[in-house]
């Protein structure tokens, strides 16, 4: 999606509230509004497009426009889907693409499993996820250990827009007893046993880890991960303070296993400087694959007021787990070191961290991971993200001809090198589109206080220029410009002297 048309696109679609029961749809007959704007909000334009038929009757949108509650302008979202139609490349093949994979031989009907959270805490909860199109779950963290939570134990890092940039928990874990959630197990086994189910684990000593992964293979587990780390246990030498040590995370690792036949992730934390080292050691001690990455010990602000960190429990508060799409960066440079790592790679990595719809999910495969997990997004969204999730990387595959997931997981690794591999003897300088420049001078402030003086604003005309001397093509400029006026020339040899 590019171009300035696509952004005033954007902006208006981002106006969407997401409803439920949208009552646009309610009002429009010959077409779905709701799940159209949907379907652009998670970067699904084709499929979008491939939704419309045709423009429906001036006064259902009229009906339907002035119904939405964000006010979004549907008729502008349609016509330019219309407009669109006969130049994308369609949806035709991705029913014939086949998004099936495997957690260390366990098979996925598709890589998108909810990760161990409030999302996966209950039967019912589990069952509408798998209702809805999820291949999986990571049920909330089962242990020995008496939770007690706080309230409020969330807060959030918005936006322009309003949507979570990034989100913090104090939460812990299940606060279920064992044998409800072990129930939980049966019942969701028994009514879908072609749906995987990750059993999440965290004991205190070696006994609870062996028997923890024992009840839950007998209560119809799939695969156990072992939570080497929550950051925010209350009980010491549990959660993240265990995965900052690779000998421990050995030995529990062998615990675990002991109880089980079943596969074994262990889930590392990130609040770590090298995760490949308690990586190896996890796998070391008998696991078969890895989980990553959890979320990063954070204050996600304090209010100036009263002078408490958020979110306020009586007046204090902790640091937290951050998750969201602000640690996405992050995930995906654990998910890309360990899948290089000459003692990880080929053993199975799930990726998780800031996924909100195909795209996100898209990045981690290509760097190495063989299975998705997601919470924070269905915190926001809701269990229907699944749909533009599987339908976005159906229409991709088919596209480009892939048939199977395996064919592209770690497909971007051979790319992503060393700092002394990168190639510095060629340059992309910066070409301003003159007609798209609505002389706003940004990229002359940004390069002036931030870059290196190449840009040149001529207050006469209110344009911009470059000085060649200047630049060194570091694309400052163009990542700054509101008006997307900004593209690169094609790269050149580095102008010396």
Not at 371 to 397: F, H, K, P, W
Request: hydrophobic fraction near 35%.
């Amino acid at each position: 999606m590019r171009g300035k048309q696509t952004d005033l696109i954007r902006k208006e679609v981002s106006k969407c509230l997401l409803c439920h029961n949208a009552k646009c749809s309610r009002f429009c007959h010959s077409a779905d509004p709701a799940r159209i704007i949907r379907a652009l909000y998670f970067l699904n334009t084709d499929a979008a497009a491939d939704m419309i038929k045709e423009m429906p009757e001036d006064e259902q949108l009229e009906e339907a426009c002035a119904a939405c509650p964000g006010k979004v302008d549907i008729r502008s979202v349609l016509s330019w889907l219309l407009e669109l139609k006969p130049n994308l490349e369609g949806v035709s093949g991705a029913d014939n693409v086949d998004l099936s994979c495997d957690i260390c031989g366990v098979p996925l009907e598709n890589p998108f499993v909810l990760s161990s959270s409030v999302v996966a805490s209950n039967y019912e909860m589990c069952s509408r996820a798998f209702e809805m199109g999820w291949a999986g779950v990571c049920f909330k963290t089962i242990s020995l250990i008496d939770i007690h939570e706080a309230s409020p134990r969330f807060s959030a890092v918005r936006s322009p827009s309003g949507k979570w940039y990034g989100f913090k928990n104090i939460e812990q874990l299940s606060d279920h007893s064992l044998e409800e959630n072990l129930e939980c197990f049966r019942r969701l086994k028994e009514k879908y046993p072609e749906k995987v189910i990750i059993a999440s684990i965290m004991g205190r000593n070696e006994e609870e880890w062996e028997y923890l992964s024992r009840k839950v293979t007998e209560a119809g587990a799939d695969v156990v991960e072992c939570n080497f780390s929550c950051p925010n246990m209350e009980a010491k030498g549990t959660g993240s303070d265990v995965g900052q040590d690779p000998e421990t995370v050995k030995r529990y690792s062998e615990a675990a296993k002991r109880g089980t036949h079943l596969p074994v992730l262990a889930k590392m934390t990130p609040n770590i400087t090298d995760m490949r080292l308690p990586a190896r050691a996890a796998l070391e001690g008998g696991a078969d694959g890895i989980a990553a990455i959890n979320t990063i010990k954070s204050v996600t602000g304090v209010n100036i007021d009263t002078l408490v960190p958020q979110p306020s429990v009586r007046g204090r508060s902790m640091l937290g787990g951050y998750s969201g799409p602000a640690v996405k960066p992050i995930a995906l440079r654990f998910i890309s070191e360990m899948a290089k790592d000459d003692v990880i790679k080929g053993h199975h990595l799930s990726g998780m961290g800031g996924v909100e719809n195909w795209r996100d999910a898209l990045e981690f495969i290509l760097l190495g991971a063989g299975s998705i997990q997601i919470t924070t997004a269905v915190m926001e969204y809701g269990y229907r993200i699944i749909d533009d999730l599987t339908l976005g990387l159906r229409i991709y595959m088919a596209q480009r001809d892939y048939r199977r997931i395996s064919e592209f997981v770690g497909a971007a690794l051979d790319s992503l090198v060393e700092n002394d591999e990168v190639e510095r003897d060629t340059v992309v300088y910066p070409v301003i589109n003159e007609e798209l420049c609505n002389g706003c001078g940004r990229c002359y402030i940004s390069c002036r206080d931030g870059g290196h003086q190449a840009v040149i604003f001529h207050e006469d005309t209110g344009k911009v220029s470059i000085n060649g001397k200047n630049c060194v093509g570091c694309q400052l400029c163009s990542l700054v410009c509101p008006a997307r006026a900004i593209t690169g020339s094609r790269r050149v040899p580095l102008r010396k002297g």
